[in-house]
């Protein structure tokens, strides 16, 4: 069973508007300290899309601020990230992470990703 769980991708025009979610077990959802979305396309490296801590906080990769905005939802143990002005540069697997510092060490979890296409 996956920890986190993407939903929401698709294919969408451009300048069009996608919503993901992300729902967590919610015995570690309340242990996050920081939960994000990252992308990935087709040779490239994953990269940090936006991310919020537990405080409330947000961070931004430069080529989609103003553009999306990530929030989260705690009674439903889900984080989700509002996509509009979609472009095709946008077009990657986009997945879900969390993130927490135990005792014996730093603790990391994926979703399996869900595929955002952005096209005409």
């Known amino acids: 069973q996956a920890q986190l769980v993407e939903s929401g991708g698709g294919l969408v025009q451009p300048g069009g508007s996608l919503r993901l979610s992300c729902s967590a077990s919610?015995?570690?959802?309340?242990?996050?300290?920081?939960m994000g979305w990252y992308r990935q396309a087709p040779g490239k490296q994953r990269d940090l899309v936006a991310r919020?801590?537990?405080?409330?906080?947000?961070d931004y990769a430069d080529s989609v601020k103003g553009r999306f905005t990530i929030s989260r939802d705690n009674a439903k143990n889900s984080i989700a990230l509002q996509m509009k002005s979609l472009k095709p540069e946008d077009t990657a697997v986009y997945y879900c992470n969390g993130e927490f510092l135990g005792d014996p060490g730093f603790y990391e979890y994926w979703g399996q990703g869900t595929q955002v296409t952005v096209a005409s």
């Open positions: 919020i801590s537990a405080g409330g906080s947000t």
């Open positions: 919610s015995s570690i959802f309340s242990r996050f300290t920081s």
